[in-house]
């Protein structure tokens, strides 16, 4: 059974940290590439960062870069999303996803999701 859960959200304040977890089961977790999007209320889901597994190569969105890294262990088949100086503007549901990347791509397209977790940043 394919498993894709996420941990980690919390209410912080604006400057202060959080870090995700995805912990993933089920499929061939250094095949895969794991991606974190994000969705606050009354906008799309936007793609925050990816990883793929097996190349270790990462993306950012720019208003995450310097601020937000993500890093796998594959032991645990977990990937983190460790969160830096923190903005309101980043106040979200915060989702993981995992999927077989597609030939010349690195990340994408993702074929398991999780639920997703809440993280607040207040002012």
């Known amino acids: 059974e394919v498993q894709v859960v996420e941990s980690g959200g919390n209410l912080v304040q604006t400057g202060g940290s959080l870090r995700l977890s995805c912990a993933t089961a089920?499929?061939?977790?250094?095949?895969?590439?794991i991606g974190w999007f994000r969705q606050a209320p009354g906008k799309e889901r936007e793609g925050v960062s990816c990883?793929?597994?097996?190349?270790?190569?990462?993306f950012y969105i720019d208003s995450v870069k310097g601020r937000f890294t993500i890093s796998s262990d594959d032991a645990k088949t977990t990937v983190y999303l460790q969160m830096n100086d923190l903005k309101p503007e980043d106040t979200a549901v915060y989702s993981c996803?995992?999927?077989?990347?597609?030939?010349?791509?690195?990340?994408?397209?993702?074929?398991?999701w999780g639920q997703g977790t809440q993280v607040t940043v207040t002012s």
């Open positions: 996803a995992a999927g077989r990347p597609d030939r010349h791509a690195m990340c994408g397209p993702y074929a398991y």
């Open positions: 990883i793929n597994i097996r190349s270790g190569g990462t």
């Open positions: 089920g499929f061939a977790f250094d095949d895969y590439a």
